[in-house]
């Protein structure tokens, strides 16, 4: 079956099983801008801050939940509205996945579906760092997607490679370590890993599927995936956001 056909068929049990589909309370999704997406921080290249990323949230009864994006659709409707769309565009993959980590957190069904500010992602890189190594051990890491403090912790410690999407990263040389084109040098990356450590905003730009074909190990790190992860049984590692 088709992934997000998966999900919408999890989210649409639960959303029955809850009688949420009736419920009159409205989720309304908005572009946060970067202040209000991730604080002040001390590094100034992380891609919410340079406009090349949005994070759009959903407010289902106060429950939060958001969803990396490069092309932020603003949204106010009804959960069956949600349902409704059609998810073989990306603007509504990004306004489906907002709505359904907003859903399953004000269910109790996951939590860290609201980004980490300021000095926060410094913490998180570290804190990565030490999962990995308990977890996965000296491993060479294929990193996919630009996170500025994961890669300059995870380069320190470990064997690195990193894929991007973002043309303006792409060839360029950062924190010692080159990015290379994430759709070219995918293959060969995945290839030369024994970890790959995937951004969740895969979920919202269709790119997911690449890398759940593989044998490699994956770990998705961040508030996108919160959901998805939980629904269809997939390694997250979110260490410093609520």
Not at 52 to 65: H, I, R, S, T
Not at 110 to 133: A, L, R, W, Y
Request: with cysteine; net charge negative; charged share 25%.
């Amino acid at each position: 079956m088709d992934f997000y056909t998966d999900l919408w068929n999890k989210l649409n049990d639960i959303v029955a099983e809850n009688k949420l589909d009736k419920d009159s309370i409205l989720i309304s999704t908005s572009a946060l801008s970067p202040e209000e997406a991730i604080g002040v921080t001390r590094r100034k290249d992380f891609p919410l801050l340079n406009g090349k990323e949005a994070l759009v949230e959903a407010n289902f009864k106060g429950a939060m939940g958001q969803a990396y994006t490069d092309a932020p659709t603003a949204f106010s409707g009804s959960i069956q509205d949600i349902m409704d769309l059609d998810l073989s565009d990306n603007r509504n993959k990004v306004l489906f996945i907002a709505s359904l980590n907003a859903v399953l957190k004000y269910l109790k069904l996951i939590d860290n579906t609201v980004h980490c500010k300021n000095e926060e992602p410094e913490e998180c890189g570290s804190n990565m760092v030490q999962h990995i190594k308990g977890k996965y051990g000296n491993v060479r890491i294929g990193q996919v997607g630009f996170q500025p403090a994961m890669l300059d912790n995870l380069r320190k410690e470990f064997s690195v490679r990193i894929l991007d999407l973002d043309v303006n990263n792409i060839g360029k040389v950062k924190y010692d370590t080159l990015v290379e084109d994430g759709k070219k040098d995918m293959k060969d990356v995945i290839q030369w890993a024994d970890l790959l450590l995937v951004t969740g905003s895969t979920v919202t730009n269709g790119t997911i599927t690449d890398f759940l074909k593989t044998d490699k190990p994956v770990l998705f790190y961040g508030t996108t995936i919160a959901g998805a992860a939980y629904l269809k049984g997939l390694n997250r590692a979110c260490f410093c956001s609520k």
